[in-house]
């Protein structure tokens, strides 16, 4: 059994459709980051860093309890423990790392920008839209050409595709018209048919 600590974003959304599309077993536990509970001395000690997502393993390396944060972490755990979605060939899988890390260091922390500067600054800021705007556009014209190649980020569906999917489900947030990244929107489309990626993406499911 996994426990998953996690919000109603793209960062969270990424390991429960990680868990969903290996069949783990797993209690989802709602960290309410509006409300600062991930600052409490209780998640603080799962996450010194005070961010969802974070997992404990109750069976674990060793059979132990493991916590583990950070998403990118995560996804690669969940597939090492799992054998699943990430390739064991070392060129296919280091071309999974690759756009995994394409994703932690570059689409989630840009996304991320342009939905704190569009939705969230208290004042407009419009340099800071233009800057973050623009590497966005820009993070999606890379996307767009190699999915134009290939049908997945890797060669086949793996976390790299899991990482990614929740943060271009935001889209509209970042003033992107996917028309725009046809081969994005072909993929983003062609992800959000499988099942395991739809109950994911509810995770969190906040209206019960
Ligand atoms: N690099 C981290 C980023 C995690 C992250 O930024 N989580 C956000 C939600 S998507 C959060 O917990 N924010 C609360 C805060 O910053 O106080 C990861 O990929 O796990």
């Known amino acids: 059994m996994i426990d998953l600590y996690t919000w109603t974003t793209p960062n969270g959304r990424k390991v429960s459709i990680m868990l969903e599309e290996t069949g783990l077993p797993y209690t989802v536990h709602p960290i309410d980051i509006g409300k600062g509970e991930q600052f409490t001395p209780e998640f603080i000690a799962i ?53 995994l890390m394409f994703q932690m260091g570059g689409v989630g922390p840009m996304f991320g920008q342009v939905h704190h500067f569009v939705r969230a600054a208290k004042e407009p800021v419009p340099y800071a839209i233009e800057r973050y705007g623009k590497e966005t556009r820009r993070l999606y014209a890379v996307l767009d050409t190699h999915l134009g190649k290939q049908e997945y980020l890797g060669s086949a569906y793996s976390i790299a595709d899991i990482a990614t999917y929740p943060w271009v489900a935001r889209h509209e947030w970042h003033r992107v018209d996917l028309s725009d990244f046809p081969s994005v929107k072909r993929w983003f489309d062609q992800l959000g048919e499988r099942p395991a990626v739809r109950k994911g993406m509810n995770v969190p499911e906040l209206s019960k």
């Open 47 to 99: 996450n010194p860093n005070s961010k969802i997502p974070a997992i404990v393993d109750r069976a674990g390396p060793e059979r132990k309890p493991y916590a583990l944060w950070e998403s990118g972490a995560i996804l690669l755990y969940l597939s090492y423990k799992t054998g699943m979605l990430l390739p064991r060939k070392p060129a296919d899988q280091f071309h999974v790392m690759q756009w």
